[in-house]
C-alpha cells in the first residue's frame, strides 16, 4: 500500500514538472497556446468603439485562497494548454485605473482589477459612460522589476495586450515591467517609474513566492 501511494506522489510530481517546464517553454517562445476548449464565445473586438459594450459593469471577485492556492495547476496544466484559457486579440491597450483588489498565486501571476476612468485601445479612446472595469494578469517573468504589489484605491496605468480569458471576461497582459507605473497615464505607453529599494524588495519576495 505504501509502495502505490509514493508511485502515485512520484507520478504526480513528474506530471506537475512536465506542466511547468513546458508552459514555461511555450510562454517563452510563442506566449500561449489559443483557448480552443471551453473559452465561451469571446466577444468580437476590432475596434474602441465596441468595447465598451463588453466591459465588466461590476469588479471580478477578490481570488479566494483556493483559486490562489491552486493557480500552479489549473494555470500550467490547463490555461497555457488552450484549455479554458486565453484569446489574444492583437490590439494593444493603455488603462488609467483605480484598484479594487490585487493579489498574487502560486502560479506566479499577479491579479490586479481596476475601476477604469481612462482606456485606449491602439491609440484610440474608450468612451465610457458608465462604472466599468477590466482585470490585468502580470506574468512571472513582467512582474520581476515592476513596481507591485498594489492595494486597493492605488491609480495605476498599465498597458499590454487585450486577452479574452475564459473565465468569462477581459483582460489586459502586461509584455514588460515598464508597462506598469503608479499613477495616471501621462502618455501612450509611457514608461514607469522608478520604485524605491524597498518597493523592488518587496516585489522580488513576491516573484519568488508567488504570493
Not at 520604485?195 to 513576491?206: K, P, V
Request: hydrophobic share 40%; glycine share 8%; charged share 15%.
Amino acid at each position: 500500500m505504501g509502495n502505490q501511494v509514493d508511485l502515485r506522489a512520484a507520478a504526480f510530481k513528474i506530471a506537475l514538472s512536465s506542466c511547468l517546464v513546458l508552459s514555461t517553454v511555450t510562454q517563452l517562445g510563442a506566449n500561449v497556446i489559443p483557448c480552443w476548449i471551453r473559452c465561451r464565445h469571446p466577444p468580437a473586438i476590432t475596434s474602441a468603439q465596441q468595447m465598451a459594450p463588453v466591459l465588466r459593469s461590476m469588479s471580478n471577485p477578490p481570488l479566494t485562497f483556493l483559486q490562489r492556492a491552486t493557480g500552479v495547476l489549473t494555470t500550467y496544466c490547463g490555461k497555457m494548454w488552450g484549455i479554458q484559457g486565453w484569446r489574444n486579440y492583437h490590439i494593444q491597450a493603455q488603462v488609467t485605473g483605480i484598484v479594487t483588489h490585487a493579489a498574487g498565486s502560486t502560479d506566479g501571476l499577479y491579479t490586479i482589477d481596476v475601476r477604469i476612468t481612462d482606456l485606449t485601445l491602439n491609440h484610440k479612446e474608450v468612451s465610457i459612460s458608465c462604472p466599468s472595469f477590466i482585470r490585468i494578469e502580470v506574468f512571472p517573468l513582467v512582474r520581476f522589476g515592476a513596481p507591485l504589489p498594489h492595494y486597493p484605491g492605488d491609480v495605476v496605468c498599465i498597458a499590454g495586450g487585450l486577452y479574452w480569458d475564459a473565465d468569462g471576461f477581459l483582460e489586459i497582459h502586461p509584455a514588460k515591467s515598464r508597462d506598469i507605473s503608479r499613477g495616471q497615464c501621462q502618455s501612450v505607453f509611457s514608461q514607469q517609474r522608478t520604485g524605491d529599494r524597498r518597493l523592488a524588495t518587496e516585489n522580488f519576495f513576491a516573484y519568488l513566492t508567488g504570493w
